[in-house]
């Protein structure tokens, strides 16, 4: 069982930057043996993944945001971090954090199995 707890957004200016950070609490299972990833969802549309990074550190990113958003983790801390930069206002929405048992990324949600409740990023241009 994990619970995850998304921080860190916020409202920015097309072009800035914000970290998100989401917090782990595992029981039974250690986090540094879940795969994470970060996903988004705009109003009326579908969750869409963002980027993830495995138990052995290989990150994976969707192509839009590649070169400009960086994920990382820190085992100690039982956190997962997600730097945006160079933000648009196409970035809008809801970001969720989320653990997967799986050995390398994949990109659909059914592969993850916990959740966080989510953070709101708006972007304006």
Do not use: H
């Not at 963002?50 to 958003?69: E, N, P, Q």
């Not at 039982?78 to 196409?90: A, E, F, H």
């Not at 592969?111 to 990023?121: C, D, I, K, P």
């Amino acid at each position: 069982q994990v619970q995850l707890v998304e921080s860190g957004g916020g409202f920015v200016q097309a072009g800035g930057s914000l970290r998100l950070s989401c917090g782990a609490s595992a029981s039974g299972r250690t986090f540094s043996t879940y795969t994470m990833g970060w996903f988004r969802q705009a109003p009326g549309k579908e969750r869409e993944f963002v980027a993830g990074i495995s138990r052995s550190g290989d990150s994976s990113y969707y192509v839009s945001v590649k070169g400009r958003f960086t994920i990382s983790r820190d085992n100690a801390e039982n956190t997962v971090y997600l730097q945006m930069n160079s933000l648009r206002p196409g970035g809008t929405a809801v970001y969720y954090c989320a653990a997967s048992s799986s050995v390398v990324v994949f990109t659909s949600t059914v592969q993850y199995r916990f959740w966080g409740q989510g953070t709101q990023v708006t972007v304006s241009s």
